[in-house]
C-alpha cells in the first residue's frame, strides 16, 4: 500500500530556489569567470597557491550569490539604514584604533581583521536607493543636497586612511544612484566641464606643478606622486613609472593575437609586477592579445547591459536605482583598472572584476550579483 504522502527528494526540494533566476545574466557570469582563471592559471603559475585559491574564491562568491538571490528586495530595503550606520560606525572605529600599515590605517581587529570599507561599497548605494524610494514622486532639490551629505560621510572617512581605490568606487556607486534617480544635466554638465578643464591645465603645466616644492591642496604627497607618474612615467622607469611603463609594454607586446596561453614573456619574467591582482589586465593582454581585450571588454558591455535591463524592469524605485548602481559599478572597477594599467589614469588600487585574485573583492562581486538576481527573480516570480 502507498503512502498518501510521499516526501519529495532532494532534488524536487532545491529546483525551486533556481526558479526565477536570470539565465542570461549567469551565462555572462560563468564566461567572464572562465576567463579569470584561465589567466589566473597563467599568471600565478609560479606564484604559490593563487589559482586554487581563486577557484576557491569564485567558489565563495557563487554561494553568496546564490544566497542573496534568495532574499526579497523588500528585506534588502530593510538593511539600507543599519547596514550604512554600522559601516559608518566601523569607519569611524577604524579612524580611532584602527591598524596602520604602509602609512594607511585601513583596518580593524575585532576578533578577525577587517576592512570596514568594503562593507560601504554595498551599503552605499543600498542607503541612496533606500533614501530616494522614500521620496519617489516628490523628489526636491533638497533631497540632492542630502543624498550628497549621506555620501559624502564615509567617502571622506576613506579618503583620509588614506584608500583612493576603494573612496573611489565608493564614491561612483553613491553618485550613480543620484544620477539614476533624475538629478538635472544642468547641474552636471558644469561639473563635467570644470573637470575637463582642470584635467587639460594638468596636462599641460605638468612639468611646473610635478615639482618638488610644489604642494597640492588636500592631496598627500604619494596622490601627488602618482598623478605626476602618469603624465610622464619616464621620469623615474625604475621607481614609481615602473608598473605603468611595464604594462603598457606587455599590452603592447601581446599584438593582434597575443603570444598564447603561458607565453607571455612580461609575465613569467616577472617584469610585471602585482601581475596576479591589480595588474593581471597586463599578463592577460600579452598572452591574448587585441582579440583577447576585445572578447574581455564585450563580456563586461554583456555583464553591464543585462544589468541595466534587470534594473529598467524592476518593480519599484529603490529596486531601479540599486540595481543601476550597482551594474555601473562593475563598469567603474573594469574601466579604472583597465585604464590604470594602460596608462591612462593614476594607478590606484582597483581589482578587474572576476580576473584579479583577492578574497574580498570577490565577495563583494557575489554580493553584488546575488542582488542584481534577487531583483531579476522576484520580478519574474511576481509575473508569473
Known amino acids: 500500500m ?123 548605494p543600498l542607503m541612496l536607493a533606500w533614501w530616494f524610494q522614500r521620496r519617489e514622486g516628490q523628489v526636491r532639490a533638497l533631497d540632492f543636497v ?80 602618482r598623478v605626476c607618474t602618469l603624465l610622464d612615467p619616464t621620469t623615474d622607469p625604475l621607481g614609481k613609472g615602473f608598473h605603468i611603463i611595464q604594462g603598457m609594454i606587455a599590452i603592447g607586446s601581446g599584438g593582434v593575437t597575443g603570444k598564447g596561453f603561458m607565453k607571455g614573456t612580461q609575465t613569467h619574467l616577472e617584469f610585471i609586477p602585482e601581475r596576479t591582482t591589480d595588474f593581471i589586465f597586463a599578463a592577460y593582454s600579452e598572452e591574448f592579445g587585441l582579440i583577447g581585450c576585445i572578447a574581455l571588454i564585450v563580456g563586461f558591455l554583456c555583464l553591464i547591459v543585462r544589468g541595466l535591463m534587470i534594473a529598467s524592469e524592476a518593480p519599484n524605485a529603490f529596486t531601479r536605482l540599486l540595481a543601476g548602481a550597482i551594474t555601473m559599478s562593475f563598469f567603474t572597477y573594469a574601466f579604472v583598472n583597465m585604464g590604470m594599467v594602460s596608462g591612462i589614469l593614476p594607478v590606484v588600487g582597483v581589482p578587474l572584476p572576476f580576473i584579479s585574485y583577492g578574497g574580498t573583492a570577490m565577495v563583494i562581486l557575489g554580493l553584488g550579483l546575488g542582488i542584481l538576481m534577487s531583483i531579476a527573480k522576484n520580478k519574474r516570480l511576481v509575473q508569473g
Open 2 to 124: 502507498r503512502p498518501a504522502f510521499q516526501k519529495p527528494s532532494l532534488l524536487q526540494r532545491v529546483l525551486p530556489l533556481f526558479r526565477g533566476f536570470d539565465v542570461p545574466l549567469l551565462l555572462v557570469v560563468l564566461l567572464l569567470s572562465a576567463l579569470g582563471l584561465t589567466t589566473m592559471y597563467s599568471a600565478g603559475f609560479d606564484h604559490g597557491t593563487r589559482f586554487v585559491d581563486h577557484g576557491r574564491n569564485m567558489l565563495l562568491a557563487a554561494g553568496i550569490l546564490f544566497v542573496v538571490a534568495q532574499i526579497p528586495p523588500q528585506r534588502l530595503m530593510a538593511l539600507a539604514v543599519p547596514l550604512y550606520a554600522f559601516g559608518v560606525a566601523l569607519l569611524v572605529a577604524t579612524a580611532l584604533i584602527g591598524i596602520t600599515k604602509k602609512g594607511a590605517t585601513r583596518w580593524l581587529d575585532v576578533g578577525i581583521v577587517i576592512q570596514p570599507s568594503e562593507i560601504l561599497k554595498i551599503a552605499m
Open 146 to 225: 542630502v543624498a550628497l551629505l549621506i555620501l559624502a560621510v564615509p567617502v571622506g572617512l576613506i579618503a583620509k586612511q588614506p584608500d583612493l581605490g576603494t573612496a573611489i568606487l565608493v564614491l561612483a556607486a553613491g553618485l550613480f544612484v543620484i544620477f539614476f534617480a533624475g538629478l538635472s544635466w544642468k547641474l552636471i554638465v558644469p561639473v563635467v566641464v570644470v573637470a575637463a578643464v582642470a584635467i587639460t591645465a594638468l596636462v599641460s603645466s605638468g612639468d611646473a606643478i610635478c615639482q618638488p616644492d610644489v604642494k597640492w591642496p588636500m592631496m598627500r604627497d604619494y596622490q601627488k606622486t
